[in-house]
Nanobody
Framework: QVQVVESGGGLVQPGGSLTLSCSIS????????IGWYRQAPGKQRELVAS???????TIADSVKGRFTISRDNAESAAYLQMHSLKPDDTAVYYC?????????????WGQGTQVTVSS
């Protein structure tokens, strides 16, 4: 059974930093693209950052310059480094591992980790 487990969330003051981790039990891990999404109360889930299996990353404009995505294929893990956090970054953050098989997306989601930015 595939497991995707996020960790590292918590309460942080505005301007602070957090690093989220995503541990994934999929093998082989390196063929999967990883995405970090977030969902704030009353809002739709949105893509924050993604990284391909070739480690090419994409960052949403709303967090560009503040968030960085990375992956460690040896550890089957991915990370989201978040700096200069704002109250608007408050959300549940989800990790998704995905690949395409015969044109269809195969995706696995974690349960999410809460990030709260507040003084």
């Amino acid at each position: 059974q595939v497991q995707v487990v996020e960790s590292g969330g918590g309460l942080v003051q505005p301007g602070g930093s957090l690093t989220l981790s995503c541990s994934i039990s999929i093998r082989p891990f390196f063929i999967y693209a990883i995405g970090w999404y977030r969902q704030a109360p009353g809002k739709q889930r949105e893509l924050v950052a993604s990284i391909t299996n070739y480690s090419m990353s994409t960052i949403a404009d709303s967090v560009k310059g503040r968030f960085t995505i990375s992956r460690d294929n040896a550890e089957s893990a991915a990370y989201l480094q978040m700096h200069s956090l704002k109250p608007d970054d408050t959300a549940v953050y989800y990790c998704k591992a995905s690949r395409y098989e015969t044109g269809a997306e195969v995706a696995y989601w974690g349960q999410g980790t809460q990030v709260t930015v507040s003084s």
